[in-house]
């Protein structure tokens, strides 16, 4: 009695232990959360929000750049007045400004391809991101179901420990009755002992999946966490009429994400070539520039009055020979500082031109990069079949193991129901005394590995046909 009250315990400590974990979560949240806090995910979106800045960078460098610049100082000694160009050796302060700006006017497309291909860039980093959700979910729902699997497996052990309890009940009182030997109950208490071990190791597997999905949703191992856990013949799935392996692989083709970030980057080192092939050709800008200045050396003269200096003879009267004379003066001038303003004003000058480059030798580095951008698409498009190969192949594989799977789930299923044919026959001959202990046990063990092999049948089916409905380009679903 303190053998089964000790199985019981154990029964109740694993139920307890699943209790403590309240939340439930079903495959649709645990995707949603995966897909949310990832790093993976996360780092991909950083990477192209960086693609994307680089994109929008791209198209402002086809506008205008102007600049505007001022310098101020304080110069003594013999210096150039910067407002006049003229040689002094008082201090002056001084400050000029300047607005400058230029613009690419034809350049044979570059800066045009050189856009278009930060866009199609910045659209493949998007893709990516998507590819990396893609299979993400496909990890979320096989640990989901590996973990559903496992749950089962501890269900079965506990009732496969409930029967053999009883089973073990009964058996003592037939042996009480003088019916059956003690050696009946002895052999049913060391299968019990294997049944609690079984049970164990898969208590122990149930726990390390729920670890494993916390790890794949980026959940703290502490935190309580348990799965929901549908009837496993309420998943709905496709025909694999519906499911042909050169159909899902033109599907996929179109709507895979690693096939349109392949696409994208192809189209995007297409745009680079003829970006890099432009560079080898005259470019034609405009440019102008605004400028003026201010120096307190530049100084303003004002009439202020004059000066007599004396009197100078301009001739002499003819008849009384006197002296004609008349005073000598001199204008005398106020010198100021001319207005901040007004120098800013009569110092203004401009000038506008077009330019013209033409490359002549460069040290060979346009060239070679033209031919590193056409080098690069030669690797894109190798990059591109081989995955569209592996996708072929992973798809044919998929189908086949769907098939597979398929006819072992119902070779397995068969086989459970001869199984349990088998121990029910085997119980009534054991109730009326025609079958020993041992070979009860035998019937019973392997219908209960019957049982497991055709749940692990059922759930492994279910996962190689949602991995087969995956290729279609719609998502998992549950």
């Given amino acids: 009695m303190e053998k089964h009250n000790f199985y019981l315990l154990l029964i109740m400590t694993a139920s307890f232990h699943l209790c403590m974990a309240q939340d439930q979560w079903d495959l649709k949240q645990c995707a949603a959360y995966a897909l949310d806090h990832n790093t993976s995910v996360q780092q991909q979106e950083i990477q192209a929000r960086y693609d994307q800045l680089i994109y929008q960078q791209s198209k402002l460098s086809q506008y205008p750049s102007v600049n505007f610049s001022n310098s101020t100082g304080l110069t003594s000694g013999r210096s150039i007045d910067r407002t006049t160009n003229q040689f002094t050796t008082q201090s002056i302060f001084y400050s000029t400004f300047s607005l400058q700006g230029s613009v690419e006017v034809f350049n044979f497309y570059s800066k045009r391809n050189t856009i278009a291909a930060d866009r199609y860039m910045a659209e493949a980093s998007e893709a990516s991101i998507e590819r990396l959700k893609n299979d993400l979910s496909l990890n ?135 970006a890099a092939k432009a560079t080898m050709y005259p470019s034609i800008s405009l440019y102008g520039n605004l400028q003026t200045g201010y120096s307190n050396a530049r100084n303003k003269a004002e009439a202020n009055g004059y000066k007599l200096n004396g ?6 009267v003819e008849r009384t020979k006197d002296s004609v004379i008349v005073p000598v003066r001199s204008t005398q001038y106020r010198f100021y500082a001319d207005p901040f303003g007004t120098q800013l004003a009569n110092n203004f000058g401009n000038n506008f031109g077009l330019s013209m480059t033409i490359p002549i030798f460069n040290g060979g580095s346009a060239r070679t990069s033209f031919q590193r951008a056409k080098l690069k698409i030669k690797a894109v498009e190798l990059q591109q079949q081989q995955d569209d190969m592996i996708l072929k192949q992973e798809i044919y594989k998929a189908f086949s193991d769907a098939i597979t799977s398929l006819q072992k789930f119902n070779a397995e299923k068969k086989s459970q129901e001869a199984a349990k044919k088998a121990f029910d026959a085997a119980m009534k001959r054991y109730e009326l005394g025609l079958l020993s202990t041992f070979d009860v046990i035998t019937a019973q063990n392997h219908w209960y590995n019957a049982k497991s092999q ?3 049948a059922q759930y492994e089916y279910v996962f190689k046909m949602k991995v087969l409905e995956f290729y279609k380009g719609e998502g998992l679903k549950m």
């Fill in 140 to 274: 979320v729902v096989g640990a989901y179901l590996q973990a559903l699997l496992n749950k089962q497996q501890v269900k079965v052990n506990i009732v496969q420990i409930q029967q053999r309890i009883a089973q073990l009940s009964n058996t003592r009182k037939l042996i009480k009755a003088g019916l059956l030997p003690e050696l009946n109950a002895v052999q049913l208490e060391a299968q019990l002992a294997q049944d609690s071990a079984s049970f164990i190791t898969a208590k122990e597997a149930e726990i390390k999946s729920l670890l494993y999905m916390k790890a794949l949703l980026n959940l703290d191992a502490a935190m309580p966490f348990d799965i929901q856990t549908p009837p496993v013949d309420s998943i709905k799935l496709e025909p694999l009429s519906y499911l042909q392996p050169e159909a899902l692989y033109q599907l996929a083709l179109n709507n895979f994400p690693q096939q349109q970030v392949n696409r994208l980057r192809l189209k995007a080192a297409h745009k680079n070539v003829e």
């Fill in 311 to 316: 009197y100078t003879r301009i001739g002499i």
């Fill in 454 to 456: 055709e749940l692990l």
